[in-house]
């Protein structure tokens, strides 16, 4: 029986590569003229980072996490998102001794057992930016603007920012215990995993999407009535700066996001076509997160966006995506003696920045030329005995069918002039 890869994985083949390249490379872009550096942490970490970052009683926690006990008997995790980690390397590292600000991003794979289905995979790759070091809302609005203009230069359309505030430690526990008395009144309406979360976690109710708790939250207590004057100030200021920035947002009491470090700030956007998975991306604020895993006070604010859901967005909106062919030329060699001459040749060319393939298999001229057409090569260089004779490549056009013979030592130069026209 022949192995498959695990479920809920997949390969991303050469013919995907190229989406997936430009979309990181507009994150490092874009994210890098806002003063963000990259940052790389280990795939996996102690279990006990997550049970205290994320939070023991979210759904990644219980239910969802690759953990294990390593050689040593020591619990470990793979990473099931970056935040958590991120905040680790910051406080390890001693990273703000002497910052003012701190501006990361990330670009890797994240691990969670959940049920595989379009777009949602137990691995996955998620690209993030953090900030540490200010508590000011302006960086609140920076951060939102930076994925803003990170989906804008994508192409991505339809963009709806969807903003909230879900208060902080003085003023969210009364309302946590009022959310947990209306649901205790309406558990009999609740979905299976709302109904098994409306005392642990009963702020995860107001995002759930079954219909059923839908109708229930229409009617539940919003957390704005809630809002200490700090915290109102602070949304206030958020938004006053978004209204400065110009990027439209819609006020919506229900994102709190899955995650217990979240505070005061909560956003996440939402692009067209998508239909109601249509959520492309989100953050917030955690000001107490590097507390909660034993390092000192540090406020921070962070965005994250899966990378699948992002090349879905792309198709469904028939965004162009810039490619390029694999190959620029494409070495013919005919005959045995021509080998050594190709490969010398070929070995020219990519020291010229030029993307050169050429045959191993020794076979016609006709089978050559139908590799070079599905490689979409602009040029097919011939090699054979009349071309050794003569010391010239025989040079194909492939979009003219025009030929011309070229002399061996000036052939890179040559193809560099064609390529570049």
């Not at 069918?401 to 061996?408: E, L, N, P, T, Y």
């Amino acid at each position: 029986m022949q192995i498959q890869s695990p479920k809920g994985t997949r390969d991303i083949l050469p013919s995907e590569v190229q989406i997936w390249q430009w979309v990181e490379e507009t994150a490092r872009s874009v994210f890098g003229t806002y003063g963000y550096q990259e940052i790389r942490t280990p795939i996996f970490e102690s279990t006990d980072l997550f049970v205290r970052g994320v939070g023991d009683t979210t759904d990644i926690v219980e239910k969802e996490m690759y953990t294990f006990n390593d050689r040593g008997n020591r619990s470990v995790s793979l990473r099931p998102e970056g935040t958590a980690s991120v905040v680790r390397a910051m406080l390890q590292n001693r990273l703000m001794d002497g910052a003012s600000v701190l501006k990361f991003y990330y670009i890797g794979q994240m691990f969670r057992y959940d049920r595989p289905q379009a777009g949602r995979y137990r691995e996955f790759w998620q690209v993030g930016i953090e900030a540490f070091g200010a508590d000011s809302p302006a960086i609140d609005a920076e951060i939102i603007a930076a994925g803003h203009q990170f989906f804008s230069t994508l192409g991505i359309k339809d963009l709806t920012l969807h903003l909230n505030s879900i208060g902080d430690p003085a003023c969210r526990p009364k309302y946590v215990e009022d959310l947990t008395a209306y649901a205790k009144a309406h558990l009999d309406e609740l979905c299976g995993k709302c109904y098994a979360r409306h005392e642990r976690n009963p702020m995860r109710i107001l995002d759930c999407k079954e219909s059923g708790c839908r109708a229930v939250v229409a009617n539940a207590p919003l957390l704005s009535n809630y809002l200490c004057d700090p915290c109102r100030e602070n949304f206030d200021m958020v938004k006053c700066y978004l209204d400065g920035l110009e990027i439209d947002y819609h006020e919506d009491p229900y994102i709190v996001r899955g995650l217990d470090y979240y505070s005061r700030t909560a956003f996440e956007f939402t692009a067209g076509g998508l239909g109601a998975q249509n959520a492309i991306g989100g953050g917030g604020r955690y000001d107490y997160l590097a507390e909660e895993i034993g390092g000192a006070s540090t406020p921070g604010i962070g965005f994250a966006l899966g990378m699948d859901r992002i090349i879905i967005a792309l198709d469904a909106q028939d965004v162009a995506v810039p490619t390029s062919a694999p190959v620029d030329v494409y070495l013919s060699v005919l005959g045995d003696a021509a080998m050594p001459i190709a490969l010398k040749l070929a070995q020219d060319l990519r020291e010229n920045g030029i993307k050169t393939d050429l045959e191993f298999k020794g076979r016609g001229l006709r089978a050559q030329m139908r590799t070079a057409n599905k490689l979409n090569a602009q040029y097919v260089v011939m090699i054979g005995e009349d071309e050794i004779n003569s010391a010239a490549a025989t040079v194909r056009d492939m979009g003219s069918g025009d030929q011309q013979s070229v002399a061996f030592e000036q052939l890179p130069e040559v193809m560099r002039e064609k390529i570049d026209r």
